[in-house]
């Protein structure tokens, strides 16, 4: 089974400028997740996707964080304009409404730094 | 939210037996106990959950309390590739979903 897949791996951009990131999930699963991961704190949800409508977008900055996730497959997180403090790894995550175990498969993540 | 008390790091010995605890006084009767770990450079992966009963599975244990205010993920044998950082998450749903809320998690050093 193929895991969790993201791109760009990395990213540099200046403050300012804008940024997308890709996120295909686990085939068949329902539910996606995007995550923001500081530098030595633990990841913080910033939306959560059901098929293609929104569960929870309680910490999404919504004057420059966007998300989208079209057909309920691929989603794609946009921010602009970036700011220093949004440097971080971006998670995407995926889980299947069919698991008892509610359990969450995470892809590699999306380094950003914002110089 | 519901939340969870980790020591910040802990460090053990391979091939000896590792216990990390968790604290989750504020628990309701419906939060499931989950636990994830981060190696570095990668994302969280699912390590085991639970509700009531001690739990196993080929990469750990479960041990919860009586009163489920806390709970302890045992590495029955380190190795070296088990260093990472350990969540431990109390799942919340919210509108019908799951969520999971980290926390700072532990960071388990592994010794050769």
């Known amino acids: 089974e193929a895991g969790v897949a993201q791109s760009p791996r990395y990213k540099i951009i200046e403050k300012r400028q804008s940024v997308a990131f890709w996120c295909n999930p686990i085939?068949?699963?329902?539910?996606l997740y995007w995550y923001q991961q500081i530098l030595g704190q633990g990841p913080k949800l910033l939306i959560q996707?059901?098929?293609?409508?929104?569960?929870?977008d309680s910490q999404l900055p919504k004057d420059r964080f966007s998300a989208e996730r079209l057909k309920g497959v691929d989603s794609t997180l946009k921010i602009q304009p970036a700011k220093l403090e949004d440097s971080a790894v971006y998670l995407c995550?995926?889980?299947?409404?069919?698991?008892?175990?509610?359990?969450?498969?995470f892809g590699p993540g999306t380094r950003l730094t914002v110089t | 939210d519901a939340k969870t008390t980790q020591p910040n790091s802990m460090e053990s010995n391979e091939e000896e037996p590792v216990h990390l605890p968790c604290n989750h006084s504020?628990?309701?009767?419906?939060?499931?106990i989950h636990w994830y770990r981060q190696l570095p450079s990668q994302g969280p992966e699912y390590v085991i959950h639970?509700?009531?009963s001690n739990v196993n599975n080929r990469m750990a244990s479960l041990a919860i309390a009586e009163d489920r205010k806390s709970s302890t993920l045992i590495l029955h044998r380190a190795t070296l590739r088990d260093a990472a950082v350990y969540y431990c998450?109390?799942?919340?749903?919210?509108?019908?979903?799951?969520?999971?809320?980290f926390g700072q998690g532990t960071r388990l050093t592994i010794n050769p």
């Open positions: 995550a995926s889980s299947s409404l069919g698991l008892v175990s509610y359990e969450q498969y």
């Open positions: 085939s068949g699963h329902a539910t």
């Open positions: 996707f059901q098929n293609n409508g929104v569960v929870d």
């Open positions: 504020t628990i309701s009767g419906t939060d499931y």
């Open positions: 639970g509700l009531t």
């Open positions: 998450i109390l799942r919340d749903v919210v509108r019908g979903a799951q969520k999971l809320v």
